[in-house]
């Protein structure tokens, strides 16, 4: 009967984490710990919920305890994986992803995560390579669908990452990450209205969730006069890649030097100082861009409350 009890739980759990509702999950998961706490996957399950919730180290515990209960398990693997992708150790990642797929090669979700630690580390052809493996394996996955179409959207083919996420949306019409990157992709066409109703959708369900938050804050530096141009500015740079973006900065950089050096020469020195002038108000532009950025993100997580009917 007890074992019964505690499927019940674990079964409630992974049917609210795919609903986006971690802070639920976890509150199942602890109460299948209370009837066994030495099952491995409840603990592996809770470290991804933590996770969500922003507990890192809570997380890790998690998984570190579900792989001295399970070591044979590719879960609590996969779980330590994406806590130490979290802390950003991403050479140690590898390691525990790589026994999670080799404990079990057909699941998609560890192939997911493969992708996503290939991306951060600058791999973007494995993880691509990774995430057509994942959509092989199960088709059905929202959760690759937007994973692709995030990807898709980091590298400016919007379209693409349309059909990715309208692919997710399908599959799942209350699917948070497909919900948020619709929205990404509204705003970033500049349709803010559509935009802030994905995110609320999203915040109906779950009012913590930091990413929509995020998007929240995003549409509002978008629609801001002052952020506006930031914005607009730091994704084209986004989508241009690190190299690309670095070279922009240096063609900018090289051009006001040339044009101050030109006009001085010339005895203009008076439209030379108007140029240096502008020249550090962009440079001190592009550093308060971010900073005041981050203050929205910071007012929105304060500041929003929504019902769950709203």
Same mark, same amino acid.
């Given at each position: 009967?007890?074992?019964? +009890?505690?499927?019940?739980?674990?079964?409630?759990? $992974?049917?609210?984490?795919?609903? !986006?509702?971690?802070?639920?999950?976890?509150?199942?998961?602890?109460?299948?710990?209370?009837?066994?706490?030495? @099952?491995?996957?409840?603990?592996?399950?809770?470290?991804?919920?933590?996770?969500?919730?922003?507990?890192?180290?809570?997380?890790?515990? +998690?998984?570190?305890?579900?792989?001295?209960?399970? =070591?044979?398990?590719?879960?609590?693997?996969?779980?330590?994986?994406?806590?130490? #992708?979290?802390?950003?150790?991403?050479? %140690?990642?590898?390691?525990?992803?790589?026994?999670?797929?080799?404990?079990?090669?057909? @699941? %998609?979700?560890?192939?997911?995560?493969?992708?996503?630690?290939?991306?951060?580390?600058?791999?973007?052809?494995?993880?691509?390579?990774?995430?057509?493996?994942?959509?092989?394996?199960?088709?059905? @996955? =929202?959760?690759?669908?937007? &994973?692709?179409?995030?990807?898709?959207? @980091?590298?400016?083919?919007?379209? +693409?990452? &349309?059909?990715?996420? $309208?692919?997710?949306?399908?599959?799942?019409? !209350?699917?948070?990450?497909?919900?948020?990157?619709? !929205?990404?992709?509204?705003?970033?066409?500049?349709?803010?209205?559509?935009?802030?109703?994905?995110? *609320?959708?999203?915040?109906?369900?779950?009012?913590?969730?930091?990413?929509?938050?995020?998007?929240? %804050?995003? #549409?509002?530096?978008?629609?801001? =006069?002052?952020?506006?141009?930031?914005?607009?500015?730091?994704?084209?740079?986004?989508?241009?890649? &690190?190299?690309?973006? #670095?070279? *922009?900065?240096?063609?900018?950089?090289?051009?006001?030097?040339?044009?101050?050096? *030109?006009? !001085?020469?010339?005895?203009?020195?008076?439209?030379?100082?108007?140029?240096?002038?502008?020249?550090?108000?962009?440079?001190?532009?592009?550093?308060?861009? =971010?900073?005041?950025?981050?203050?929205?993100?910071?007012? &929105? #997580?304060?500041?929003?409350?929504?019902?769950?009917?709203?």
């Amino acid at each position: 009967m007890e074992t019964r +009890e505690i499927e019940g739980w674990l079964s409630r759990a $992974r049917d609210q984490m795919r609903q !986006g509702n971690a802070a639920a999950a976890a509150e199942s998961l602890k109460q299948a710990l209370g009837r066994d706490p030495d @099952d491995a996957q409840a603990h592996a399950l809770l470290a991804f919920c933590l996770l969500d919730l922003r507990r890192v180290y809570a997380a890790e515990h +998690e998984a570190r305890q579900a792989l001295a209960l399970g =070591p044979d398990s590719p879960l609590p693997h996969h779980a330590l994986g994406l806590v130490l #992708i979290a802390q950003r150790k991403l050479a %140690a990642a590898r390691q525990p992803l790589e026994a999670a797929r080799e404990l079990d090669p057909e @699941d %998609a979700f560890t192939l997911r995560s493969l992708a996503r630690l290939a991306r951060l580390t600058k791999r973007e052809a494995e993880a691509k390579v990774l995430l057509e493996q994942a959509l092989q394996l199960d088709p059905e @996955d =929202p959760d690759t669908w937007a &994973e692709r179409g995030q990807m898709a959207l @980091d590298q400016g083919a919007v379209a +693409e990452a &349309e059909r990715a996420a $309208r692919e997710a949306l399908a599959l799942n019409p !209350g699917h948070a990450d497909g919900l948020l990157l619709m !929205g990404e992709i509204h705003l970033r066409r500049g349709e803010l209205e559509l935009a802030r109703d994905h995110a *609320v959708l999203v915040l109906g369900d779950d009012p913590g969730s930091h990413n929509a938050l995020h998007l929240m %804050a995003a #549409i509002k530096a978008r629609g801001n =006069p002052f952020l506006g141009f930031w914005w607009r500015f730091n994704n084209w740079l986004a989508e241009l890649g &690190e190299g690309r973006s #670095i070279l *922009v900065l240096v063609v900018l950089y090289a051009a006001y030097r040339t044009a101050a050096i *030109v006009l !001085g020469g010339r005895g203009h020195s008076g439209l030379a100082s108007i140029l240096q002038v502008a020249w550090l108000a962009f440079v001190a532009y592009t550093w308060l861009g =971010p900073a005041l950025f981050k203050r929205l993100v910071a007012k &929105e #997580i304060d500041t929003v409350h929504l019902h769950r009917d709203f």
